[in-house]
């Protein structure tokens, strides 16, 4: 073969494994003022670092250009007030048209979904805003009337209204989101100064959700990082509360569970009556469930010989992510089974699993004798069962 025709072949081949790492955002303001600087920020764990800025033409366009490795938050910004939150990913081309003092909301945006997601939120979360601020019409008008009491009742009323309404849109946001960078903003965002959307106490759950979930596809993204961090802080509180409602109450008899253990043989729950058993629910992703894994070591170890059997349910999303937290954390002794689609389980919808680690102790005939149970209180209740 012809060399200078062998080595086109060979240019060829390669060239589509070259993956282009630029970003280019190429900007068009209806309200262009003349000399004016537009800036690119990146956001950081705890501050926002100029990384560009351009002038902006007399007909208003501009176009910024910048090399990344990988998915990441930038701020576009004319002034303080006015600035567009970008997700960003190597080899997108932003094609973006909007107001000089309203970045935020675009006229038209194209080329970066994630970005586009942001926006889509971003307008419902601007409407709650507009709706809470209006309030204070109300309130002003009321201000010296003798019903300035049931005025001000009525107001906050109607204010929690609209505050559960855009925290129920963030939780099916970040539902449809997960493992996308957007559901890691979505957590943080507010209706006014300090105000935020997302309690995390009361959200608790999708903070836990939104970290198993990054943590898998983004480890070493410093937001990612910083919300691991956060959540790992929690970890004795979620460790030794019941923090989720379980589904099914004292005495009732749970739901058939059949799934593949990881030969491929598929374990029936209902095969393990006539022992006491623990259904547990976690996945080696889960930093809360790997640190219980002790206690049901060393409960499995104490109360198996008399009759206690472990039927753990994994979460994971591959075979060797399972195995391998199975072996680290010496789990090999008890029943495993998963069908290995993470949240999309089919044991979540009819568990109504929310958050793991989860648990159900198990009479020898399949009915709930308590659920939950992490640390001591698994031994103690274990204890006392076994106790004649």
């Known amino acids: 073969m012809n060399r200078r025709l062998l080595l086109l072949i060979f240019v060829l081949a390669i060239l589509p494994g070259c993956k282009n790492s630029n970003i280019e955002i190429n900007g068009k303001l209806t309200d262009p003022v003349s000399g004016e600087y537009i800036y690119l920020d990146e956001l950081k764990s705890n501050d926002l670092i100029?990384?560009?800025?351009?002038?902006?033409?007399?007909?208003?366009t501009f176009v910024i250009t910048r090399k990344i490795e990988f998915p990441s938050?930038?701020?576009?910004?004319?002034?303080?007030?006015?600035?567009?939150?970008?997700?960003?990913?190597?080899?997108?081309i932003l094609e973006l048209t909007a107001k000089r003092?309203?970045?935020?909301?675009?006229?038209?945006?194209?080329?970066?979904?994630?970005?586009?997601?942001?926006?889509?939120?971003?307008?419902?979360?601007?409407?709650?805003?507009?709706?809470i601020a209006s309030l204070r019409k109300d309130y002003l008008k009321n201000f010296r009337s003798p019903q300035l009491y049931e005025v001000m009742a009525k107001i906050d009323s109607i204010a929690q209204i609209y505050l559960?309404?855009?925290?129920?849109?963030?939780?099916?946001?970040?539902?449809?989101?997960?493992?996308?960078?957007?559901?890691?903003?979505?957590?943080?965002?507010?209706?006014?100064?300090?105000?935020?959307?997302?309690?995390?106490?009361?959200?608790?759950?999708?903070?836990?959700?939104?970290?198993?979930?990054?943590?898998?596809?983004?480890?070493?993204?410093?937001?990612?990082?910083?919300?691991?961090?956060?959540?790992?802080?929690?970890?004795?509180?979620?460790?030794?509360?019941?923090?989720?409602?379980?589904?099914?109450?004292?005495?009732?008899?749970?739901?058939?569970?059949?799934?593949?253990?990881?030969e491929g043989d598929t374990i029936r729950l209902s095969s393990t009556r006539g022992n006491i058993v623990l259904l547990d629910f976690w996945a080696a992703?889960?930093?809360?469930?790997?640190?219980?894994?002790?206690?049901?070591?060393?409960?499995?170890?104490?109360y198996h010989g008399k009759g206690f059997q472990i039927y753990q349910v994994s979460l994971d999303?591959?075979?060797?992510?399972?195995?391998?937290?199975?072996?680290?954390?010496?789990?090999?002794?008890?029943?495993?089974?998963?069908?290995?689609?993470?949240?999309?389980?089919?044991?979540?919808?009819?568990y109504k699993i929310e958050m793991i680690p989860a648990n159900y102790l198990l009479d020898r005939e399949g009915h709930v004798i308590a659920s939950n149970l992490r640390g001591e209180s698994l031994q103690i209740q274990l204890d006392e069962l076994f106790k004649n």
């Open 50 to 60: 100029t990384v560009d800025s351009v002038s902006v033409s007399d007909e208003g």
């Open 73 to 92: 938050f930038y701020l576009l910004r004319t002034n303080e007030s006015s600035f567009l939150t970008m997700l960003l990913e190597p080899g997108q």
């Open 101 to 131: 003092d309203s970045l935020n909301i675009p006229e038209s945006i194209s080329g970066s979904e994630g970005t586009e997601l942001m926006v889509k939120y971003n307008k419902k979360l601007q409407t709650t805003i507009y709706q």
């Open 164 to 262: 559960d309404d855009i925290n129920l849109y963030t939780k099916k946001y970040i539902d449809s989101n997960l493992t996308s960078l957007v559901s890691l903003a979505a957590l943080y965002q507010q209706v006014a100064p300090g105000e935020y959307i997302m309690d995390s106490r009361k959200d608790l759950k999708y903070f836990l959700r939104v970290d198993s979930a990054l943590s898998i596809h983004y480890p070493d993204y410093e937001l990612v990082r910083s919300l691991h961090e956060q959540v790992s802080s929690m970890g004795s509180g979620i460790r030794n509360q019941n923090v989720i409602s379980p589904v099914f109450i004292q005495g009732a008899e749970v739901p058939e569970i059949d799934l593949p253990n990881p």
């Open 285 to 302: 992703w889960c930093s809360p469930c790997r640190q219980e894994n002790p206690n049901l070591v060393k409960a499995y170890n104490m």
């Open 317 to 350: 999303m591959t075979r060797d992510a399972w195995i391998k937290g199975i072996q680290d954390d010496n789990l090999g002794d008890w029943i495993h089974v998963s069908d290995l689609r993470y949240w999309n389980s089919v044991v979540v919808p009819l």
